[in-house]
């Protein structure tokens, strides 16, 4: 079933027409029509069973999109499959038949939100760092952490050749850390506080972009709405 009250230039992205930005310039140039009524305005909506052309042509989505949102609990891995035998964070969503890979990746001990799509071009665009897609997480240590962990990490450490520095970077209790990455390198919070002798004894992950992970059960996963989609396709 096509997705409802969706925007029509949202909608030509999903069906692989175009990106978005494409899309809008697409629907000026009057290639669009809905329901035989030629549409220029951008923001106008797609409704189940509207008829949508494209140069006089029918547009309908090549398969059916879905956008999951996962809160991972520890002692899961973000793959498709693991030599090792681990669990897959994949086998905690509902039975699909559609083929699902994660939007970047939560390590083996961390928890919290992760995406699930079969949309290539949705993943791309969250993935790419030109995009800047903020990542807020929670960090808890088994130690105290000094003011200087806080300091470092926002005007930037280099460590073993690698360069790390988080947007935001704050003391939130004495052994606690809220942090915001943009470009997000593996195990990157983890090779910081490694570097000051510190161990997350928790890592959690609490916002990808406009999406926050609320109170979504660990374990437990939800669609992603129509406007998260599109506010993550413009963030």
């Known amino acids: 079933m096509r997705e409802t009250n969706i925007r029509l230039q949202v909608y030509l992205s999903h069906a692989g027409i175009a990106s ?12 669009v029509s809905v329901n035989g009524v030629t549409v220029t305005a951008q923001g106008s909506k797609v409704e189940d069973n509207d008829i949508v052309l494209l140069d006089g042509k029918p547009v309908n989505p090549e398969n059916k999109k879905l956008y999951i ?3 991972k609990p520890p002692g899961f891995i973000c793959s498709s499959s ?6 897959l964070a994949l086998s905690l969503l509902p039975p699909v038949t559609e083929r699902l890979y994660n939007v970047g990746r939560l390590d083996f ?4 939100l992760i995406f699930f799509t079969n ?7 969250l993935s790419h760092p030109r995009n800047e897609l903020e990542k807020e997480y929670i960090v808890e240590a088994t130690g105290v952490i000094q003011d200087e962990v806080a ?8 460590i073993e050749g690698v360069f790390y520095k988080a947007k935001l970077a704050e003391k939130t209790g004495r052994k606690s850390l ?16 490694s570097h000051f002798h510190l161990h997350p004894n928790l890592l959690r992950r609490v916002r990808i972009g406009s999406v926050h992970l609320g109170d979504l059960p660990q374990g437990n996963s939800r669609p992603l709405t129509n406007k998260e989609i599109e506010t993550l396709s413009t963030d």
């Open 178 to 193: 809220r942090i915001i990455l943009i470009e997000g390198k593996n195990r990157e919070i983890r090779r910081v506080f």
């Open 69 to 71: 949102a996962l809160n």
């Open 82 to 87: 693991d030599p090792q035998g681990r669990p």
């Open 151 to 158: 300091d470092a990490f926002l005007s930037g450490i280099e």
């Open 109 to 112: 001990q961390s928890c919290g």
């Open 119 to 125: 949309d290539g071009k949705f993943a791309n665009q």
């Open 20 to 31: 978005r930005r494409a899309a809008e310039d697409i629907i000026a140039c009057g290639r």
